[in-house]
């Protein structure tokens, strides 16, 4: 719509009306300088809101949802057996193995058959298709892209399933699937007797892979491949063992890095430690539930391969691995689920994280992470029993496959498995570890890495930097405000005030550099002579006014005996200071045994450090003194003249004013500059980074570094890979660490505010 | 009632007044000591002295300079040991540049007078002395003097090749910049997939120019590298190695022994104007920091301009506008928190809502071509300037409303009593009245960023910049570019670098220039406030 030309003129003679206009922009200024004014609320709800945005996911409750297509009922039956399902990495579509040696692709989610093949050695020809039926087990290693199948005669063949994707630009389309088999190894049957169940582990190579087979005479087999040959036509060269001895009902099977795990209908869980050129071994029969044993009816090896889940009868789920021992390697159940309400029919491990679904008889589904150690979650999706499944390695996509061979397809959303609370801030019994700790690792180069965020270590750190700093901070600011507050001439208080701002002025990153690079070796010569300093600044402290009463020259002014007493007691901190020095040797004789390193670490196991939390005490001290400083002596200012002069008058001493007078009078001052203090040390980040080991490290001792949170998010952040689990935990710690900062400063900035309302007044 | 009578020593506890002067002397000597320390440790790593020769007991020889001397105990005996920290540099030869040696076990101490030390393009400086100079397989100058008028002569035409040779080097920079903007007008216009083959044809044209013009460029480069490569300087190391450095590689050759005080200190005052002047060579430890200086400084100006109008608008609102109510108190309570606030989360604030929110927007809206390299979808001046900003405006807030509350009201009820509204008020009295405060806080705010290292490592601070963030090429001023900064410099050269010893000039006179100017920022704040204060209240506060 066009503004009419009247309305232009309008606007245009109220312009040139000059107290129009002035009006004008009195009332745009008062606008916008309100808007102005309260952007400063809107940054810091801007602040908290980003960073509880980014780490809000880590919390959203995980979903698997049904996918809504029309699948026909004919092809929700699956051709193929469930245990050689596969999915592919985008989740698009499955491959498996059918009973009778084809193998068969299917789109997901509608189920569709897209192409079939007949599972061929490449040497064979085709037209001397095997007769059916052919193939008695199969199983599919979801990593390796790999399994085996058992044909009726016990020999064992290997796969490999390859998608051929070709990419155009940011499409993508499949131009096939192809299954190369390797008939590989003959396990010897009775002549009635039949593979009935296998389990893959698959190596490197497709030679390389790992196989354990049941059969129907409840003998269990071992086929491990060796490497034969020399080093440059090396050969992989499979044997095949009979377990012995085997336990008597076997329900279970799994192999994980250098062992083969058999569970019983005891309750049993039996443990072979694989040999080269050598049958199994068995090591262990750990009963899982001493107190109330069930069979154990599924088992799987977690990404890794080093853990096992493992669910029984009863609906009990656990992940279970070895643990070093003083005896060795022990199998040991190391953490539960939540209980399922029927049996356990089969485990399904996640590619891409320690999570893994379990299926019951009763048509329940529950998603488990191991390191979270939570049941996520679980819900009963159909009436009747599942037998297996298959998960797409990133995107979520499930196909379930119920007892009649169905195929339903769902997608699981749960974007961050492997943080919850406990894995966060409990102790969490990682794998390879021999009890639960508290560790933060959050990335190493291989997938297969469990991370641990813990964030107790970085928490840790960050109070014992703190507290280092504020032993050393709080009473020399405190009593240096006090001092300068009350005792010193106003004109010498103006020309040392910029010292002190000059203090508070230097970057971190010098105070870091000075501390890191000059202060820390050198801290380690004088360390003797550092420690018994404290007790001689006390000395020097006490005894600084003798020094004046004997200094012969005092000039009459007030402003002049202050300078010169300042200078005084500097001058005789500095000759002591030279003193402890130079008896540096001497004092690490008398103290320590003539060798401090080895006197801490014979009486407190303490190691020395070079870079330890005593130097970024010190130099994160340095920083926080001024602040510290100038909060109390403000707060110190504030106390009315009167009230001193009043006190004094009536012949209190200056100690006895100050005593009874200012300092209670500017106490929640006082308590204000430590707090802010406090705020202020917990955030440093540099002097951390730069003066410390910067190992998250949980270890009490003051010789060893720490990592702040801080110094993590400086260290981590530039390195995590945008929206993943680590980006959006250092972003929670941010969030701890901005929480925590801001709650500690408004309740200093509160009790400011009463200091200034009671005297002030205004 | 009993009188109860306090003992003298408790009534007056002199000695613990004693302790609270002396915590102050000590908050006090540690400042001194600090500026001190940085400044003695700092001056002296450029001064150029003597080069020593070391005749040690085993027979071996070096030659070098005396880093510094310490006493350690003996690991095994525990009698104290002297030890020299000796700089021998020749990094190509011995792999190291440094070693202790116990001073027991130097048989011979010598000045050589021929001996120099070469400041070079790579591997750190070499120590020797020079023979003479091959020019291809055949002696050219031999033997060789330094202090010839032949040799100095020689270099000199050296120098002006390579000069030469950088004036061909910037061209192809400049032409490298003209293909890569050619490269982006092709995405961009192939993504606008506008099939128009005339636009592609004159592009295409325009990329085979520029091409060309690359390749005379690239043989011109060739010749005069090779022209260059061919003089060669002999040095003979202190263990007797012929060690031939080429010409080209060379940037000045010290004959340290036989040179005077005045030669010492133009050498000295050059070493700090290189500082300041000259790109990082050699992973950031030789060379100079201007990048970083510049970084610096362009970063510091665009948080200025955020800072200030927001700080004074702030302060306006408190002090000028706003009744003093609750709405105030949270405003002074978000202030002071903003104050609070670790400046590590602000640079991951900067991070998750400029960068990755902000910055991505700004790459989807209008730059969708360039997809899936970031413009500003990463860290770079723009948004490192803005988290800054956020976290300097506190400073600035504090100090104007500091001025706004030292001009008498009478001043302000005298405008209006004039008839001027509030905004002519605060225009035309208030605000120039409080000019020196503001301009206060805005130095102080740009100490403070200055200094401030956290953030920026999280926002777009870098190592190494290929290119300034300001430059003569359109748009002139490149808010996306990464760029570095004296903070992160110390950082990253005391701390990430594979050589921290040879690094140690470097850092600690880098170290010493940050320092310098936050000490100069913060003491011209300081002196303003006080004549303002001095201004306003007529006397001493």
Redesign the interface.
């Known amino acids: 719509m066009a503004v009419p030309w009247e309305v232009w003129a309008r606007i245009g003679r109220q312009w040139r009306d000059y107290r129009l206009r002035?009006?004008w922009?009195?009332a745009?200024?008062?606008v916008?300088?309100?808007t102005?004014?309260?952007?400063?609320?809107v940054?810091?709800l801007?602040?908290a809101f980003?960073?509880l945005?980014?780490s809000w996911p880590l919390f959203r409750s995980p979903a698997l949802q049904p996918v809504a297509v029309g699948v026909s009922p004919e092809q929700a039956f699956l051709p193929v057996l469930a245990t050689t399902l596969l999915m592919d990495d985008y989740g698009e579509t499955l491959m498996g193995i059918a009973p009778d040696g084809q193998w068969h692709l299917l789109a997901w989610p509608s189920l569709r058959r897209l192409q079939t093949g007949v599972l061929m050695p490449p040497t064979e020809k085709v037209d001397s298709t095997p007769p059916t039926p052919s193939v008695t087990a199969g199983w599919a290693d979801p990593w390796g892209r790999r399994g085996a199948v058992a044909r009726p005669s016990g020999q064992i063949w290997l796969w490999e399933a390859t998608w051929n994707w070709q990419y155009e630009g940011d499409r993508r389309t499949l131009a096939g699937l192809s299954v190369q088999a390797l008939p590989w190894v003959q396990v010897p049957l009775a002549p009635d007797e039949a593979v009935t169940r296998l389990t893959v582990l698959a190596g490197e190579r497709l030679e390389q892979t790992q196989v354990a087979a049941l059969t129907s005479r409840g003998r269990l087999f071992l086929v491990v491949s060796q490497r034969a040959g020399g080093l440059f036509d090396e050969k992989w060269v499979p044997a095949v063992w009979e377990v012995q001895p085997r336990p008597p009902q076997m329900t279970a099977l799994a192999i994980a890095q250098g062992y083969l795990y058999v569970g019983t209908s005891e309750g049993d869980v039996w443990v072979y430690e694989l040999q080269e050129a050598a049958p199994p071994v068995r090591r262990e029969a750990v009963r899982l539930y001493p107190e109330d044993p069930a069979p154990v009816t599924a088992m799987t090896t977690l990404l890794g391969r080093f853990a096992l889940a493992i669910g029984d009868a009863r609906g009990r789920v656990c992940v279970a691995f070895p643990v070093r021992r003083d005896e060795g390697w022990q199998f040991t159940r190391v953490r539960d689920f939540r209980p399922q309400d029927g049996a356990i029919r089969s485990i399904v491990p996640a590619q891409w994280t320690r999570g893994f679904l379990t299926l019951t008889d009763r048509g329940t589904v529950a998603w488990h992470h191991s390191t979270a150690g939570t049941t996520r979650w679980s819900a009963r999706l159909a009436p009747t029993a599942w037998s297996h499944a298959v998960i797409a390695r990133d995107m979520g996509n499930v196909l379930l496959v119920d007892a009649a061979g169905r195929g339903h397809a769902y997608r699981l959303r749960d974007p961050h498995p492997e943080v919850s609370l406990r894995a966060l801030f409990g102790r969490v019994w990682y794998e390879g570890y021999d009890r639960p700790q508290f560790i933060w690792q959050s990335s190493s180069g291989s997938q297969e890495f469990e991370p641990k965020y813990s964030l107790v270590p970085l928490i840790f750190g960050t109070l014992k930097g703190t507290f280092y700093a504020l032993i050393f901070a709080v009473?020399?600011?405190?009593?240096?405000?006090?001092?300068?507050g009350q005792?010193m001439h106003?004109?010498v208080r103006?020309q040392?005030k910029?010292?002190?701002?000059?203090?508070a002025?230097?970057?971190?990153?010098?105070?870091?550099?000075?501390a890191?690079?000059?202060l820390a070796p050198r801290a380690e010569?004088w360390f003797p002579a550092l420690l018994v300093w404290h007790g001689a600044?006390?000395l020097?402290?006490?005894?600084?006014?003798?020094v004046w009463r004997l200094w012969p020259w005092k000039p009459q002014e007030r402003s002049r005996q202050d300078r010169l007493?300042?200078v005084l007691?500097?001058l005789w901190?500095?000759a002591l200071f030279l003193t402890c020095l130079a008896f540096n040797?001497a004092i690490e004789q008398v103290f320590f045994g003539?060798n401090y390193h080895r006197w801490f670490q014979e009486r407190w196991g303490w190691a020395y450090e070079q870079r330890n939390a005593l130097v970024v005490g010190f130099a994160m001290g340095?920083t926080v003194?001024?602040i510290i400083?100038s909060i109390a002596e403000e707060a110190i200012a504030t106390v009315p003249r009167d009230w001193i002069a009043g006190a004094l008058a009536l012949g209190a001493?200056?100690?006895?004013t100050l005593r009874s007078i200012v300092i209670p009078a500017s106490l929640s001052g006082i308590v204000s500059a430590v707090m802010?203090g406090f705020?202020?040390a917990?955030?440093?980040?540099?002097i951390v980074?730069?003066a410390t080991g910067n190992t998250p490290v949980l270890d009490p001792s003051p010789f060893v570094g720490f990592r702040t949170i801080?110094a993590n998010?400086?260290v981590e952040?530039?390195e995590a890979a945008?929206g993943d689990t680590h980006y959006r935990v250092?972003?929670l710690s941010?969030l701890l660490?901005?929480g925590f900062?801001?709650v500690?400063?408004?309740v200093a900035?509160?009790l400011r505010?009463r200091v200034r309302r009671r005297y002030y007044q205004r | 009632m009993r009188k109860r009578t306090i003992p003298r020593w408790r009534?007056?506890?002199?000695?613990?007044?004693?302790?609270?002067?002396?915590?102050?002397?000590?908050?006090?000597?540690?400042?001194?000591a600090?500026l001190g320390?940085?400044f003695s440790?700092g001056l002296g790593l450029f001064w150029q002295k003597r080069l020593v020769r070391l005749q040690l007991r085993d027979g071996s020889r070096w030659l070098g300079e005396v880093w510094s001397r310490e006493t350690?105990?003996d690991p095994t005996t525990?009698r104290?040991v002297r030890r020299i920290a000796l700089h021998h540099g020749n990094r190509d030869l011995w792999g190291t540049a440094f070693r202790w040696i116990d001073e027991a076990d130097v048989v011979g101490w010598e000045y050589p007078p021929d001996a120099v030390r070469i400041e070079r393009l790579a591997w750190g400086p070499a120590f020797g002395q020079p023979r003479r100079v091959w020019v291809g397989d055949k002696p050219f100058v031999d033997p060789v003097d330094v202090r010839d008028p032949v040799w100095q002569e020689l270099f000199a035409s050296v120098r002006q090749d390579r000069r030469v040779l950088q004036d061909v080097e910037d061209q192809i920079d400049e032409v490298n910049d003209r293909l890569e903007r050619l490269r982006r007008q092709e995405l961009r216009l192939r993504y606008r997939s506008a099939s128009d083959p005339s636009a592609q044809a004159a592009l295409q044209a325009e990329k085979a120019r520029w091409e060309r013009v690359y390749g005379v460029l690239a043989l011109r480069r060739t010749t005069l590298i090779e022209r260059l490569q061919q003089y060669v300087l002999e040095v003979t190391a202190a263990d007797g190695t012929a060690l031939r450095i080429p010409l080209a590689q060379i940037t000045a050759v010290i004959p340290a022994n036989r040179m005077g005080l005045g030669e010492r200190i133009r050498l000295y005052a050059r070493r700090y104007w290189e500082l300041i002047t000259e790109n990082p060579r050699e992973a950031n430890t030789e060379g100079g920091v201007f990048p970083a200086i510049f970084g610096t400084v362009s970063m510091v100006l665009i948080m200025s301009l955020a800072v200030v109008?927001?700080g004074v608008?702030?302060a306006?609102?408190?002090r000028?506008?706003?009744r003093q109510n609750w709405l105030t108190?949270?405003?002074?309570?978000?202030?002071?928190?903003?104050a609070?606030?670790?400046?590590?989360?602000?640079?991951?604030?900067g991070?998750?809502?400029f960068i990755?929110?902000v910055g991505t927007a700004i790459d989807r809206t209008f730059y969708p071509w360039m997809a899936p390299t970031p413009v500003f979808g990463t860290g770079g001046l723009l948004w490192a300037s803005l988290t800054l900003a956020?976290l300097t405006?506190p400073v600035v807030?504090v100090a104007t409303e500091e001025a706004l509350l030292a001009i008498e009201p009478e001043i302000r009820h005298g405008a209006r009593a004039l008839g001027a509204?509030?905004?002519?008020t605060?225009?035309h009295v208030i605000l120039p009245a409080a000019a020196p405060g503001v301009l206060t806080g805005l130095i102080?705010a740009i100490?403070?960023a200055?200094?401030?290292?956290?953030p920026l490592?999280?926002t777009g601070v870098v190592k190494l910049a290929p290119d300034l963030p300001i430059d003569d090429r359109f748009p002139f001023i490149h808010l996306e570019r990464k760029f570095m900064h004296l903070?992160?410099h110390?950082?990253d050269v005391?701390?990430q670098s594979p050589n921290?010893d040879a690094a140690q000039p470097m850092?600690y006179n880098t170290?010493l220039l940050?320092?310098v100017i936050?000490?100069a920022?913060?003491?011209t704040a300081?002196h303003l406030r006080?004549r303002i204060r001095r201004l306003y209240h007529g006397g001493?506060?």
Do not use: H
């Open positions: 002035r009006q922009a009195d745009v200024a008062r916008a300088i309100r102005g004014g309260l952007l400063v609320i940054a810091i801007g602040v980003v960073l945005a980014e009473p020399l600011g405190l009593l240096g405000a006090l001092y300068m005792f106003p004109t103006a040392l910029p010292l002190i701002e000059l203090m002025g230097l970057p971190s990153v010098v105070l870091g550099f000075v890191g690079l000059w010569t600044f006390l020097g402290g006490l005894t600084s006014p003798l007493k300042l007691v500097a901190l500095t040797r003539g340095y003194v001024p400083f001493t200056p100690w006895q802010v705020g202020r917990v955030g440093e980040t540099m980074l730069m801080s998010l400086a952040l530039p945008v250092l972003f941010a660490l901005f900062t801001i500690v400063n408004t900035e509160l505010e | 009534a007056e506890a002199t000695p613990l007044l004693g302790l609270c002067g002396a915590s102050l002397a000590m908050a006090l000597l540690m400042t001194v600090m320390l940085i440790q350690v105990p525990g104290p109008p927001v608008m702030t306006l609102y408190l000028e506008y706003a108190r949270v405003v002074r309570i978000a202030v002071n928190n903003l609070a606030v670790p400046s590590i989360v602000y640079g991951v604030f991070m998750g809502f990755y929110t956020l405006v807030i509204t509030q905004w002519q605060v225009r102080l100490a403070r200055t200094g401030e290292v956290a490592m999280l903070g992160f110390i950082y005391g701390f921290v850092v170290t940050l320092l936050v000490v920022l913060n003491l300081i006080n001493s506060m």
